[in-house]
């Protein structure tokens, strides 16, 4: 199967499954897991923060950021279309008592922040108390302009709300600006990292923070059950993933491009290149076609995403060959129906 539905579908290299099997281990509630301590003082050396906590998925990462910023009635900005408001099951409301003020995101991936200062609610008994700002990066595949972080940073600065990032892809993001990670990260009060992602570890997120924040983060990890003993097992494969995984971004990213460019010959498809910045494309067929592309592509081993659109995710299982053979069969299919 080529599977282009995610880049959460990679599988463990025998490598990683070896450094997993090798870990040293400890209970990791008490503190004592080294390879869980290796891979937390890792993640926050590279993200050039105080300090960090692993936990086993972005979306507990994101709600740990959410109730570490913000208590009972209180608010945060982010994106209508943003992970954590929309694809993250409402957590930050039902577990938190955390009111979302949603907005539209620009069709680059950003807030407009003269609409996030907008909403921003004056200290008043009317108002609940608005806290935090929430960005993504990558979004959608769309990388957030280091001048635009300066600018969300020195808003929420003045106006002494947190910044949060989920930050899922950066290691995306940080390959394709070419510049550090900690250049991105920087600019946030928290950072959720995803190493399941395009980092290829089987399980794992980090969220990476001053000492105060990670130390109430780690009390709610553990309200939450997310208290994992010996959690170095899965700990060395995001060492593995974030020492030897991080610079190969930049061919799934090429990949992508040639998926972008071969696909925008195929006239039925909607498609624009340029748009592509990291490892995610999008296409839009008339949405009766795209079903039955959908099945077709199935039909010869191949799987894709999207709602009404496609979605292609490339991913370290992935070579050249295979974006060559999903672009040859999407022509046939064009081309015999
Ligand atoms: C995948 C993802 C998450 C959550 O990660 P899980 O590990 O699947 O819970 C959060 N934000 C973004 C943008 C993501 O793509």
Redesign the pocket.
Known sequence: MIDLRSD?VTRPSARMRQVMADAVVGDDVYGEDPTVNRLEALAAERLGCEAALFAA????T?LLALLSHCERGDEYIVGQQA??YR??AGGAAVLGSIQPQPLDLEPDGSLDLSAVAAVIKPDDCHFARTRLLCL?NTQAGKVLPLAYLEQAAALTHTMSLGLHL?G??IFNAAVKLDVPVSDIAGHFDSV?V?L??GLGAPVG?VLCGSVDLIAKARRWRKMLGGGMRQAGIIAAAGILALEEHVDRLAEDHANAMRLAVGLAEVEELVIDPASVQTNMVFAWPDTATAEGLIDYLREEGVLVGGYGNLRFVTHLDLTAADVDRVVELIKRYFVTR
């Open positions: 959460t998925t972005g979306t507990q994101n992970h954590t694809y993250e993504e989920d899922a892809r959720s995803c399941s992602k997120s």
